[in-house]
């Protein structure tokens, strides 16, 4: 069982909801319902806050080894530098569409956008070069339907790009094709709106959808002749895991993935190892007594032998085992 060493709202008014957390070497951050970025130590003090104007932030990203990347409703991506503790660049979506997920790798980074329609060319999946920031490097606007809510770099080819939606289905890119038509690689249907997703293993994907179903689909290509391996469907998680939600799937970088769920009638939050492969399966739950209350787990990061986790309840909370 892990205990709560310690909790902060970090100046945060009441009845803020915390969305996000990311962390760039010692320093943290968080986006919150308020529009504000805040900056933190581990310790849960305070470094910096900023709150662009109209903005409505709704993602988050680590990005290089010194700055965060936002962006949200303005249509707006900004680089903020966590030495000069302001913004130091920013990248705009040409239609000024809400963003809605970011991803980043190197110098490249992913946006996708929310949808104000459903219909083809309605969304979009941008990637925008920092290094010429003057409009985007890549727009795939021809394979989903409804807003981006995952994007996600394939770790060791990077010139794969994953992009979750709601519309129910997972695209795979190389994003070293301008063509959309000859970027688009791989098409996941998990059937229900994308919650999460991303890469499991190099020929593995993962989706976690909106309404608590868990697939691992295969990434190979079939050869001719040889029916496609069917995704590991782990159907609804909340009996198994005996959760109200799931929030996401969290990777360690030498350690098992882990499912974090929480359940607000039992006011926990559950840490899950994903065992595995062949079959892949659930190990023990570590129990987060109290968690953040009633009010939902929005994120959580891992931390070594801790994590962080941040909710609707507006707190930071550092947990230890």
């Known amino acids: 069982m892990a205990k709560q060493t310690g909790a902060s709202s970090l100046g945060t008014p009441p009845d803020t909801y915390l969305y996000a957390l990311a962390r760039v070497g010692d320093c943290l951050a968080t ?186 689909h295969p990434l190979q290509e079939p050869a001719e002749g040889v029916p496609p391996t069917p995704a590991v469907d782990f159907g609804d998680l909340r009996p198994k895991l005996d959760c109200m939600y799931a929030v996401d799937l969290l990777r360690q970088p030498d350690g098992q993935p882990v499912m974090a769920c929480g359940h607000t009638g039992q006011r926990t939050l559950s840490l899950v190892p994903l065992t595995g492969p062949e079959p892949w399966g659930f190990g023990g739950a570590l129990q987060l007594p109290g968690a953040h209350g009633e009010e939902v787990v929005r994120d959580v990061l891992l931390a070594g032998d801790g994590a962080f986790s941040c909710g609707e309840d507006g707190w930071v909370r550092v947990w230890r085992w």
């Open 31 to 216: 986006i919150g319902s308020d529009d504000a970025l805040r900056l933190f130590d581990p310790a849960l003090k305070p470094v910096a806050t900023a709150q662009p104007r109209n903005a409505g932030l709704s993602c988050l990203q680590a990005f290089s080894t010194s700055a965060f990347a936002t962006a949200g409703r303005d249509g707006v991506i900004r680089l903020w530098d966590t030495r000069a503790k302001q913004a130091a660049h920013h990248f705009s979506e040409p239609q000024g569409r809400s963003i809605s997920a970011l991803a980043s790798h190197e110098h490249i980074i992913a946006a996708g956008t929310e949808s104000n329609k459903e219909g083809l060319g309605d969304v979009s999946v941008l990637l925008y070069d920092t290094r010429h920031p003057a409009a985007p490097l890549r727009n795939y606007a021809e394979s989903h339907t409804d807003s981006i809510t995952q994007l996600a770099f394939h770790p060791s080819q990077p010139h794969v790009l994953l992009s979750g939606s709601t519309d129910g289905l997972v695209s795979l890119f190389d994003i070293n094709q301008a063509e959309e038509e000859d970027a688009l690689q791989q098409v996941l249907n998990p059937r229900s709106a994308v919650h999460c997703a991303g890469f499991l293993t190099p020929d593995q994907a993962y989706v976690l959808t909106t309404d608590e179903q868990f697939l691992i």
